[in-house]
């Protein structure tokens, strides 16, 4: 005999003599019910602003970017449908904060941010700068430029 138990209510069963099937149905249902549920696409949409490389809209007003090429690979493995909408950059901000887009991409750390925002914990890339140098001073790495 087999007990069954769903939350409050509790049921017995008996199998139907001399029928193995019951017992492929039963294993059937335990895995299914087991194994998480096919994930079904899901929208996301992604405010899309003019910061090249990092996230555009190329010529032919595709999202284009190291940012779009992350989230592509992402949505691959979450079973997203990505969603562009095009905005600057204030305005996906505010869009952002109302609810109107899901993710956007590039946006800078700070703690007063972090109060209205989930930020991953890992950064997907750092921002860059562009130092120039007189001719006479010598700098071959970042260490070089200690105290200057």
């Avoid at 914990?121 to 970042?142: E, G, N």
Wanted: proline share 7%.
């Amino acid at each position: 005999m087999i007990s069954i138990r769903l939350a409050a209510f509790s049921r017995t069963v008996s199998p139907p003599p001399k029928s193995p099937g019951w017992l492929i149905a039963l294993l059937a249902l335990l895995c299914s019910l087991a194994m998480p549920n096919i994930a079904q696409a899901r929208d996301v949409l992604v405010g899309i602003y003019d910061n090249k490389p990092k996230i555009f809209l190329d010529t032919n007003e595709q999202a284009a970017g190291i940012f779009v090429d992350i989230l592509r690979n992402i949505a691959e493995k979450e079973s997203w449908k990505l969603k562009y909408v095009p905005c600057n950059w204030r305005d996906c901000l505010t869009q952002l904060q109302a609810g109107q887009i899901d993710l956007m991409p590039d946006m800078a750390y700070s703690e007063e941010r972090e109060k209205i925002f989930a930020f991953h914990a890992t950064p997907a890339l750092f921002s860059w700068s562009q130092a120039y140098r007189h001719p006479d001073v010598s700098v071959v790495s970042i260490i070089d430029l200690k105290d200057k």
